[in-house]
């Protein structure tokens, strides 16, 4: 199974993307991954580690998965943004403009769980790249999650949520795939 986690600081992201993707996106990129840290501030991840590097591993998926679309890479660092900080939607509009906040609408939790969750089986496939590379950095490690039971719930709804939507997208069909068998031992 592939874990991603290569990228821990904006210099690492932006050398591995130096000549992968046009400057100006790399630039964008520096621009968001900036204001996203801004926003996120101090904020940790379940097993301590900063949040960040969550939102450089979302973006190394997003890159690796052949995601191309500057609007789209904007949007995986953004994703969470709105959701997790005092940030608004009209905020991420102003800076990065109508289209990068339309697709961190599009992630950003609201509603029941089960509403959220139920938008993605309609969702773009530009939605759907930003939403499976933000959950596959969130379970690539999950045996690091300091609670069973969360590590039990979060491969439950993974394989019944996100597995079929992975299945439209022949790259997270198989990263997805990988993952599933490598913890199996959680469904039981």
């Not at 900036?34 to 973006?59: I, K, N």
């Not at 950003?108 to 139920?118: A, D, N």
Request: net charge negative.
């Amino acid at each position: 199974m592939r874990v991603f986690g290569s990228w821990r600081d904006w210099p690492s992201a932006a050398a591995a993307l130096d000549g992968m993707l046009p400057a100006e996106t790399v630039e964008a990129l520096a621009r968001a991954y900036e204001f996203a840290v801004a926003y996120h501030g101090e904020q940790t991840r379940p097993a301590g580690e900063p949040y960040p590097w969550h939102l450089l591993e979302a973006l190394e998926i997003a890159v690796d998965s052949g995601t191309r679309d500057q609007d789209v890479l904007v949007a995986t660092l953004l994703h969470d943004v709105v959701e997790d900080t005092p940030c608004g939607l009209g905020q991420v509009r102003d800076e990065f403009g109508a289209k990068v906040a339309e697709l961190v609408d599009w992630v950003t939790k609201s509603g029941s769980r089960e509403s959220y969750l139920s938008r993605f089986v309609t969702a773009p496939e530009e939605v759907l790249t930003i939403k499976l590379a933000d959950r596959y950095s969130n379970v690539q490690r999950l045996h690091t999650h300091p609670r069973p039971a969360k590590q039990a719930g979060y491969y439950a709804e993974t394989v019944r949520i996100f597995l079929p939507l992975a299945d439209r997208l022949p790259y997270f069909r198989d990263r997805f795939g990988e993952w599933q068998e490598n913890y199996a031992y959680l469904a039981s």
